[in-house]
Every structure is written in C-alpha cells, then in structure tokens.
C-alpha cells in the first residue's frame, strides 16, 4: 500500500495546479468549475474517471472535513480511474471491490458515465455510494455506462474515506474541531462529492436540480445517514437505500474510546503522532478486530440514530426507495463456513446460534427449527437476513412512510448468484449484494433474468426521473406497506413481509 502523496495538499486554497494534458485524440471535453476534462467516448456511453471531487486528505489534512480540490490548467485526462483509499486486499466472490488503482490516502475521486446520444433536455442524476462495511471498495468498481445508456441518466460514483482514515474518532480531533466532533470522515467525503456534483453536473448534462443517492450495505447505510444529516440539506432529491438502512451507530463518546485506544496501540497519545506515521502502518493497525470503523452519532454530522430520527421526523422528506434481498444472510455463512473449508452441520446449528444470540437463543432456535429447512446453513441464513436485514429496514420504510413516499421491495431471484459456480454444499440463494448487477444493467442471464434486470433498471431510473418508481411491462409498484417482490418468475406484492420474516421477534429485540 503506498502512502498518498503530497502534490496537491494545499489544494483548495488558491492558484491552479497544472497537470499532464489529455492527448489530442478525439474524446468528449467538459468544462468543469476546477478545469476542463477529457474523457473517452462509447458507442453507448461516454465515461470521465478519477475527477478529483476534494484535495487528498494527505498530511495535515488526514482526519480533517475535506477541502475543495485544486483549479488546475490544461486539459485533465479522466480515461484512468483515481486511487481507491487506503484499504486492505478486498476479494469477494465478485472479485476485488478495490477496483482498478493502487489503495492511496489521495483517493477523492468520482467517475461520470453519460448516454452517448445528447439531449436537449438535463438529464436525471444517479449518484452511486458504494458498500464493503465502511472499510473497502471503490466507485470505480462498479461500471455506470450500461445504468446511464438504458436510463437515459447521467451516473456519478465515488470513492470516500474509509476504515481508519474515515472513521476514526479521538479526542484531539474533536478539539481540534470548531463544534468538538471528530470522526465521520468518509460521510463528510460523500457530501462533498454531492456538492461536486450539484456544482458541476450540468456541465456533462445532468439536472443538479434531480439528484438521487443510492447505494448498497454501508453504501446504503450511509444514504440513510445523509437523510437525517442537517449538513446534507438540499444535497439530494430523492435516495434508494439497498440492504443497510437503519442499522444503530455508536455514540461519539464510545467511539472516542475506541479511537483512543487504537492510539495507544499504534504508540501515539496524540494526533500529532498519529498524523506522523506512514498511511500503511496505520492501515496495518487498523485491521484489529477489535475496531469497528463505522459512523458515529456526533450530534452534527449525525444528530440522533437513523430509527430515532425517522420516528420523530427529522429527515429530508424526499422520496425513498429501500429493500433487501430475499436471503442476504447466506452469503455471511457462506464465507464463514463453505468458503472457509467447514460446513456448518446440525449439532453445529444451535451452538452457531446460541454464540450470536446468548440468553435469546432457544426462543430463536423455536423459532427457527431445522426441520423448515433443507439445511443449517439456510436455517441460519435466514435468522441473519430477518434480524440484520429485512426487520430493520421494514422498520425504517414504515417509520418513512409516516412522512414522505415510501417504497419496499424485496430481490428474490434465487438463482441470481448461480453464474459464480461457488463452492458451497447449500442453495445460495439472493444473498446481500446479489441485485446490484441488475440495477446497474449487468446482467447476462437467463431471459427471465434478463426481463427482471431490465424492469429493475427502469424502476430505479424512472423513480429518479419522477420520485415514483415505474416500468415498462411492469407491474405497479404501491408505497409502503405493499412490497414489491422481484423475481424473475414473476413480480408480485406482498402485504405479509413483517410476518414471513418473523419481525415481532426481532422488533421486540430491537424495542420497536
């Protein structure tokens, strides 16, 4: 892992930085407010990569708010991607969420992918926030120009902060800050890039007045949180939440605890020293498992937790589309167990279950027999896609739907993870992740997935366009608590999702 150099540390603050120009072959130019771009033209879809958003939050500006990027002369290349942020190897059974680069502290960069044919007419914007639990993954990972070709919508993504670069929150920080709040980095990023995008996107066509955030697991998440962040007011139009709305964040007293002891582990007692040592030793550390490098509830950045917020009505009360997958959990024992070498056996069930839940465990187990299902890992699976997955975010769409539009869907094409031939002795099913190639237009399957993808793409693009998710050829989609249930067999509604899921076991859990 290389250490994020200082080139544009000052940037943000005055003159403009010169930089390489684009070759003089043919490729479509933007003028953006920083300087002009050259990107590389499709046959469908034009593409702009590694446009910096913000100055590298290298030296003394790691573990600061982000500071607008550099002007810079000359014509910017954007055909190459920027850095993905300091992370540790990422591969997942869809390859390494990394993406193309070299992990670097200087990673602000964010890609535009726009339809090839101009319009007369802006066109919506699609931002994308991508997963990987706040610790890995890129933007670039994930390809826009098929999402923005067959949506007729201009696509952002974006790299942010992550791990302890994004998340960490300490005492020195805090004093170090105008409101005594430290950590949230990676959040800040992403609203810095929204701003980016409500500042330039016009330029490549897109309406900075019909902006959508979606994202999915901590990408979702983190949509969630910028609902109910004051500091994203007037940032986004409508948001889609896949697989991560509503789970709770620590406090910023407990995670300045955390923060402070991971300190004492690295050999520093203050952010000067911290700010000293080379980004990969940090990164090193950092991979304690003891550490959670998640959002915190800062009472700025994140006033109250998500649930609370929602319930009292204090979030921007744009439209909201949210879902999970139909067995997000199975993909966690997949990696725990068949990918690890083991497979989890019956005896093995209820010791599995009675680790996770303590005391909880027999009610659960009660609950949960084995004889429903084909085997302990799908008996698992789904006490892990109702209690991490499904109940929270039914709570979060229900707490929404009390104050804005709100939209549930739930992805169940049990096959859709087939094309990975995985190495696992049960049914994958629609794990956690499993939709995202079918919004994004990659899918190559059978017809009837492919008519699935195609309908999701233009649920997700339409309720971009008009806050109300429609599809040729589709059915009706109702707002909540009607669920949309996408699979490739047939999309129906379900009007029993709380109840398939067991959600007044896990609600009574969680105190809803």
Known sequence: MLTGVLLLSAAGVGGAVPVAAADDQA????????????????????????????APPVGGLRWKPPAPPARWTGVRDATTPGNPC?????????????GPGTPSEDCLYLNVHTPAERSLRDRPVMVWIHGGGFTIGSGTFYDGDELAARGDVVVVTLNYRLGA?????????????????????????QQAALRWVRQNIEAFGGDPDKVTIFGESAGGGSVCQHLVSPRALGLFDRAVAQSGCGFPLPTQQSQQRTGTSWADTVGCADVACLRSRPAAELLTASLNPGARWVPNVDGRVLPLQIAHALESGRFHKVPVLQGTTADEGRLTVATTYDLAGRQLTAAGYPVAVRTLYGDRADTIL????????????EALGAILTDSQFACLQDRTARLMAGHTRSYQYEFADRHAMDYLNLPVGFPIGAPHGSEIRYVFGGVSGTPAQNALAAKMLGYWTSFARTGVPYAADAPRWSQYPKVQVLAPEAITVSTSFP??????????????
């Open 499 to 512: 109840e398939d899921h067991k959600c007044d076991l896990w609600n009574q859990a969680a105190g809803s």
């Open 27 to 54: 490729g479509p130019t933007v003028t953006t407010r920083y300087g002009q771009v050259r990107g590389e033209a499709g046959e469908s879809a034009h593409s702009y990569l590694g446009i910096p958003y913000a």
């Open 366 to 377: 009660a609950r949960y027999p084995l004889t429903e299902y084909g085997t302990p890992a």
């Open 165 to 189: 670069f994004g998340y960490l929150a300490h005492p020195g920080l805090a004093e170090e800050s105008p409101e005594g709040v430290s950590g949230n980095y990676g959040l800040l990023d």
């Open 86 to 98: 300091m992370q540790a190897g990422s591969e997942t059974p869809w390859g390494d969420l990394a």
